[in-house]
Nanobody
């Protein structure tokens, strides 16, 4: 049973930073593409960033977060991180980590098999 647990969300002011973590258990972390998605009420789940298991240098970000967010994985700790800098009010959402053993473009939710419970990020003054 693969389990993903996110942590690190919270309330911050615009311009500040947060670092999210996603701990994975019950599976082979190094064989999973890992990704972050986010969702606001009434909207579809939105891709944020992903790291491929077969090409660790192939990291892809949504245009809305490029240059501000950094995804990082530590295979030895079975953990993925999302460093979020220069946060904006529009970054407010529930952030989910996801894992998949599939091969593909890996930027849509349907490509992922395992999901965490989500962590709330609120950016407000």
């Amino acid at each position: 049973q693969v389990q993903l647990v996110e942590s690190g969300g919270g309330l911050v002011q615009p311009g500040e930073s947060l670092k999210l973590s996603c701990a994975v258990s019950g599976g082979r972390f190094s064989s999973y593409t890992m990704a972050w998605f986010r969702q606001v009420p009434g909207m579809e789940r939105e891709f944020v960033a992903r790291s491929l298991w077969w090409d660790s240098e192939n990291i892809y970000y949504a245009d809305s977060v490029k240059g501000r967010f950094t995804i990082h994985r530590e295979n030895a700790k079975n953990t993925m991180y999302l460093q979020m800098n220069s946060l904006k009010s529009e970054d407010t959402a529930v952030y989910y980590c996801a894992a998949s053993g599939r091969v593909g473009v890996m930027i849509v939710p349907s490509e992922y098999d395992y999901w965490g419970q989500g962590t709330q990020v609120t950016v407000s003054s």
